[in-house]
């Protein structure tokens, strides 16, 4: 593989890590919160609203910013369609007696492609809703994130804030 190649790779990769982590911070964040969710996967439109509850917003700043996320939801939801497609098509492939390589590795690329409008999608929505929040706010959203890519990290002490929120009142 070229250098270029590489790093192609290598932003695809970070893109899709980032928002890997986005989505599990807001995966931890909900997992006691007994909002109902198909498969373990958190609807889309709801990503924002958790996020807002977990950092402690409320009232306009709270739904401007669960605006902000959800500004994406249509077309996120469009490609995770496309992406599931691929998936099954690419599965059928690799269940053939003898796989075709090269039907396979352009499933990948077809995959990886998808997985990257994805992941840019939803790291451009992180970044976007981020702007709506105060300094403090985002420093609480950060920490969150963080929070989710450390081992033991669940629980409660996903969303400290809105523990010391709920302590104080």
Not at 41 to 53: F, V, W
């Amino acid at each position: 593989m070229n250098k270029r190649s590489l790093k192609a790779v290598l932003v695809v990769s970070l893109a899709f890590n980032l928002a890997v982590v986005a989505t599990v911070a807001v995966g931890l964040a909900v997992r006691d919160s007994g909002t109902p969710v198909s498969g373990g996967e958190i609807p889309i439109d709801d990503h924002g609203k958790h996020l807002s509850k977990c950092i402690g917003l409320s009232g306009e700043k709270a739904k401007c910013f669960e605006d902000v996320m959800a500004g994406t939801s249509e077309e996120a939801g469009e490609i995770k369609a496309e992406l599931e497609k691929e998936r099954d098509d690419f599965f059928h492939l690799l269940q053939e007696i003898e796989p075709d390589e090269r039907a396979i590795m352009a499933g990948v690329e077809s995959i990886s492609v998808l997985q990257g409008r994805l992941e840019k999608l939803l790291v451009k929505r992180l970044v976007d809703s981020r702007a709506v929040l105060e300094p403090e706010e985002d420093a609480r959203l950060l920490y969150l994130i963080r929070c989710s890519m450390r081992p033991g990290c669940v629980g409660e002490e996903n969303c400290p804030y809105q523990k010391e929120k709920e302590d104080s009142e």
